[in-house]
């Protein structure tokens, strides 16, 4: 099944990553898709490492204070 995702970003985004898209051959859903379901599983592998790290240490680790590292 599949559904519509609607997202509102600045004209300018949307063509240059319209042109991205067309001049590597890539589908713009597609793409899309992986590119966000990436960010969300690094996000979220990203999230545990810092609470094992927060267990490890004995407090809390910002994602902006470990990465920047």
């Known amino acids: 099944m599949q559904t519509t995702f ?3 970003v600045d004209a300018r985004f949307a063509k240059d990553y319209r ?3 067309d001049e ?3 589908q713009v859903g597609k793409f899309t ?3 966000l379901r ?3 599983e690094d ?3 990203g999230d545990k490492a810092l609470r ?3 267990r ?3 407090g809390t680790v910002s994602h902006d204070d470990f990465t920047r590292r």
């Open 6 to 8: 609607s997202l509102k």
């Open 19 to 21: 042109a991205f898209c």
């Open 24 to 26: 590597h051959c890539l």
């Open 33 to 35: 898709e992986k590119a």
């Open 38 to 40: 990436e960010i969300m």
């Open 43 to 45: 996000y979220h592998f």
């Open 52 to 54: 094992v790290l927060a």
């Open 56 to 58: 490890s240490r004995g």
